[in-house]
């Protein structure tokens, strides 16, 4: 059985970071990411990452202050988001590719992070 758990979120201050945590168990993927999705508005893209060779990719809002890593000892993925903004506040999903797979297959249950102005 896949999981995907992620860390708790919580509410900060604008310009301060949070580290999120993603592990996942059940199987091997080929790439795993986050996304998010704030209130009234469509899940969007922020990060991914290659389980293979490590090279990621961020969406342009996030470029420069969210970096996304992996241990592949512990099957995680983190997600370090600096220089957060009230605008970075939504639910961050934990997301993860099957080999071969053109879509996320599996998507954690979401944790919620609050940045205030």
């Known amino acids: 059985q896949v999981q995907l758990v992620e860390s708790a979120g919580g509410l900060v201050q604008a310009g301060d970071s949070l580290r999120l945590s993603c592990a996942a168990s059940?199987?091997?993927?080929?790439?795993m990411g986050w996304f998010r999705q704030a209130p009234g508005k469509e899940r969007e893209f922020v990060a991914t990452?290659?389980?293979?060779?490590?090279?990621?990719s961020y969406a342009d809002s996030v470029k420069g202050r969210f970096t996304i890593s992996r241990d592949n000892a512990k099957n995680t993925v983190y997600l370090q988001m600096n220089s957060l903004k009230p605008e970075d506040t939504a639910v961050y999903y934990c997301a993860a590719k099957r080999p071969g797979s053109g879509r996320y297959n599996y998507w954690g249950q979401g944790t919620q992070v609050t940045v205030s102005s």
């Open positions: 990452i290659i389980w293979s060779g490590g090279s990621t």
């Open positions: 059940g199987r091997t993927f080929s790439a």
